[in-house]
């Protein structure tokens, strides 16, 4: 009796939609037969192959380019269960008996006979090739017990499958668009002094050295400031009334105090200063900033004669590379490549990088409509932003 939906698949590289559409129509309530000796990597064998289709309603044979070889020839197991099937179509006068299940984008010459036969595609959608499928296997009045819908394949996947599948331990290289700081000062400091202005004019007058100004507070890595100030040809000594130093692990891993600067106080100040630094960085190397919709900072590169390529070696790699930061974009003036940073302490100290297209009329002069930034941005940045990376503009400083 003939009650029976079998399953041809390439083994390996097909077991995941084959385990998958077996288990959907188990669950279904249709009886289905799958090699699973095949799956688990096991010998099959052809006797076993043979009994289950003879007693198989339906083939539905999985279509993929990897039931081919690399010299373009139907692989040996794949073939005798398809002329197998053939013969007992013909034999039996069975219409429609071999239904292929086309899962990608490959020809559908592939296998003699199969291009004359319709394909149900799944290539697109599982779902929808799934919903194709079940109302051909209604119309066919494929035997379905709908009261019967615990899936014994499914207990057989997960008792046996995937028991049988262990972690592979494997080395894969990644880029990232975090930028890890690999050296920093063990030493933080916080000046906390009697107003803004003394506070102010501390930073202005060490304007060699980072510094973050928040309120009457001052933070640098530097724990020997100047606070001589000139002012009316007099000396005057401004100190601070309070200074905190705190170590990285203090930072990192928190301390607690019910008192200015607590926990919280110190991030925030250690944040901002690591974003002075990088600004002056970037303002040293000849960017220019653009402050967007949302008050974050983008810094690009202007037009300059001297830059409009970065070349650059990839990480552990010795695969040299170039990349434009700006060009001429018609009906646009020029495109210019560029960066925006957020300061983060986890999973380690550094920065997070997002990248971004700024529009200018002339190299110099941004666009202000912003408008016309978005359609230009739409524009050319579709691709465009898919193929730079900070990792090109982070050579302009050599780090």
């Known amino acids: 009796m003939r009650d029976t939906i079998f399953i041809s698949h390439a083994t390996p590289a097909d077991n995941d939609f084959s385990i998958w559409i077996a288990s959907r129509l188990e669950m279904l309530g249709y009886k289905v ?64 008996f071999i239904i292929p299940l086309h899962i990608d984008n490959s020809n559908y010459n592939l296998a003699i006979g199969l291009p004359n036969i319709n394909h149900i595609p799944f290539n697109n959608s599982w779902a929808d ?42 080395k894969e290289r990644y880029y990232t668009s975090w930028w890890s700081i690999a050296e920093i000062p063990d030493r933080f400091y916080i000046y906390q002094f009697t107003n803004a202005v003394q506070a102010k004019a501390i930073r202005d007058l060490n304007k060699d050295i980072s510094i973050s100004l928040l309120s009457n507070c001052i933070s640098s890595f530097d724990g020997n400031l100047n606070f001589f100030v000139q002012r009316d040809n ?127 009329s002339d190299g110099m002069q941004l666009i202000e409509d912003e408008r016309k930034q978005h359609s230009f941005r739409r524009k050319k940045g579709k691709v465009f932003l898919m193929k730079h990376g900070g990792i090109c503009f982070l050579h302009l400083f050599n780090v």
Not at 47 to 65: C, E, M, P
Not at 146 to 168: D, G, V
Request: hydrophobic content about 35%.
């Open 33 to 96: 037969w799958i090699d699973k000796e095949g799956l688990l990597g096991g010998e099959r064998f052809w006797a076993t192959i043979q009994k289950a289709l003879d007693r198989s309603i339906k083939v539905l044979f999985v279509y993929s380019k990897n039931i081919v070889t690399t010299d373009g020839i139907l692989r040996q197991g794949m073939e005798d269960e398809l002329e197998y099937a053939k013969s007992i179509a013909v034999q039996n006068r069975l219409q429609d």
């Open 129 to 170: 090739g799934l919903k194709q499928l079940l109302k051909k296997l209604e119309k066919d009045d494929i035997p379905c017990n709908l009261h019967n819908q615990k899936s014994s394949f499914s207990e057989w996947y997960e008792n046996e499958y995937i028991s049988n599948c262990s972690i592979i331990t494997h």
């Open 234 to 360: 007099e000396t005057i000594e401004v100190r601070p009334e309070h200074t905190f130093i705190f170590s990285l692990t203090d930072i990192l891993d928190g301390f607690c105090s019910d008192k200015f600067p607590q926990h919280r106080d110190v991030e925030n100040h250690f944040k901002r200063l690591m974003y002075c630094v990088i600004a002056n960085l970037f303002r040293r190397a000849g960017l220019w900033k653009h402050e967007m919709s949302n008050k974050r900072l983008a810094y690009f590169l202007p037009k300059y004669d001297k830059i409009t390529k970065v070349k650059f070696t990839y990480p552990a790699s010795t695969r040299k590379k170039a990349k434009a930061l700006l060009g001429e974009m018609r009906g646009a003036g020029f495109w210019h490549y560029g960066v925006s940073l957020q300061p983060t302490l986890f999973p380690f100290i550094g920065f997070s990088l997002k990248s971004h297209l700024l529009f200018t």
